[in-house]
């Protein structure tokens, strides 16, 4: 039986990118799962992820696994999350 992937614990097991698209002004972006996880937690749900628009900033989002292949990777480019010295 197969199970929904609703973590980014699910996701990085499984090697996929998280699709992240703003509701408002449809800007998207894509991050490896298995960093997300790093930098969250692996058993944070994908809903409630901190992400927030470049564009407009708008807290907004959805976000969806998207299967990643290192053979046959895809034609995106994949952000990488960074934290910052406070």
């Known amino acids: 039986m197969t199970r929904a992937i609703d973590t980014t614990g699910a996701a990085a097991r499984h090697n996929m990118l998280l699709r992240v698209e703003c509701l408002i002004c449809g800007h998207v972006g894509h991050h490896r799962a298995q960093v997300v996880a790093q930098a969250v937690g692996y058993g944070c749900p ?40 406070r």
């Open 46 to 85: 994908l809903d409630n992820l901190p992400f927030v628009c470049s564009r407009c900033r708008s807290r907004k989002v959805r976000t969806a696994p998207q299967e990643f292949h290192p053979d046959r990777p895809p034609k995106v480019t994949v952000w990488v999350p960074m934290q910052l010295r």
